[in-house]
């Protein structure tokens, strides 16, 4: 027997009191059936602010704990808790605890892409469509950490003119743009106006006539008056852009690796499937689950940055 999903998660969903929050970075199918769909901001104050019993998180696992350390006594499930993130990969506590202790006086700011763990040992936690904000929140003479993106830090540095110590993490799909395969799709559709991620290496966000999370690259392009975009970010964002924009032409910017759509996909995103989906919230598993300790520290960095941000 053939199962529905659509109409089935919709049931469990009612039965369950459960919301489903989703990543532009998820499959169609799981943007269309979910309650809402955003960048790590939205979905941060989205998780903050909702009144259902259970929370199924249709994105990586950093950002399911950031949903679980915001409802403690919620009961958080993740499709596949093996979803993870490059840059959360590249901060090992251990490392990223001797790294701030050498660097006595500083603040830590970090960017939402890491564990609970890291953001338990920081001062206030970003997200892209916050960094410039956050960090421009404290004094000038101040010493920061930026950590884990370097890409993002440089470009934070970049608007802010400030100078900041960087950790050296980023993000593989990110960095896996060509710049050789840009310029020659460039030349090719010479009217096209190139979007892009901060979390794009500094050569391809020099091309950009827009940087921004991805929900600024949604709002840009749903704004502007051009006809014709290059998307530097993760191809998941497509859907969401082309419903918006019937009209216009959006292209993915090349991926240096030849994968089947030739685009940057993100491999841990990709892991929530449809039927993951179903599974998860039919049997309430994989369930995410965080000592109350760590809940409690790696929750005042986040309320710091929900406080600046409001
Ligand atoms: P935003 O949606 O906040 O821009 O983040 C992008 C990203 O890479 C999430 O993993
Ligand atoms: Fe992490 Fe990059 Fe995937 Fe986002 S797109 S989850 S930053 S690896």
Redesign the pocket.
Known sequence: MTIDYIEEIKKLKKEKNAVILAHF?QEAAIQDIADYVGDSLGLSKKAAETNAEMIVFAG?HFMSETAKILNPDKKVLLPDLDAG????DATPVSEFKKFIEAHPGYKVITYI?CSAEVKALSDIICTSSNAVKIVNSLPKEQKIIFAPDKNLGRFVMKETGRDMVLWNGA????EAFSMDKLITLKQKHPEAVIVAHP?SEDHILKTASYIGSTTGLLNYVKNSKEKEFIVAT?AGILHKMSSDNPDKVLIPAPSKEDNTCACAE?H??KMNTMEKLYRCIKNETPELKLSKELIEKAYLPIKKMLDISA
């Open positions: 970075y990586v993130c490059s840059l959360a892409n993000c593989v799909v990110h979390e993760e993100c841990f995103m």
